[in-house]
């Protein structure tokens, strides 16, 4: 699934009012089924556009997002972000132009239709990864003049 950021809409005197979380539109998508997506989002590597824009979370907005909702496994459905010349470079041999729908929308726009289609163009994604599982050996010492207290019970 190629899915693009809503960036929201642009109310003109009244400022911008921002499109919902990208979290929210990745998970609906894997919910209706999508095998892999990739999110096209043109702020990905913009310094600033993260949820605390004083932290070191500023270089990247995802870094957040990955942050509230790390990954457990390494199944599931795999999420690629990519920004808009990556993506452009990926879909050009399909003739697909996704430049309207990079900013945000100007108040009343309205759209003839959904621009979502099937392409019919068979895609893989392959994303490597592995599980890593370390252990210790825990080592227990006596201290010399320490006595433990057992509780009474």
């Not at 539109?25 to 999110?39: D, E, L, M, Q, T």
């Amino acid at each position: 699934m190629l899915l693009v950021r809503f960036m929201g809409i642009d109310t003109g005197t009244r400022g911008l009012v921002d499109g919902s979380s990208v979290d929210i539109g990745i998970s609906n998508v894997i919910k209706r089924g999508a095998a892999g997506v990739i999110f096209v989002d043109r702020s990905v590597g913009t310094p600033g556009s993260s949820l605390y824009p004083r932290s070191v979370l500023a270089l990247n907005s995802y870094a957040a997002l990955e942050e509230l909702s790390p990954p457990l496994s390494t199944s599931g459905v795999p999420v690629v972000v990519v920004d808009p010349e990556a993506a452009r470079a990926l879909v050009a041999p399909l003739g697909l132009d996704f430049a309207p729908l990079l900013g945000y929308d100007p108040a009343g726009k309205k759209w003839d239709g959904s621009l979502s289609r099937d392409l019919g163009v068979p895609a893989r994604i392959a994303v490597p990864l592995r599980e890593d599982v370390s252990t210790t050996r825990a080592s227990q010492r006596r201290s010399l003049g320490f006595r433990p207290r057992l509780a009474a019970s």
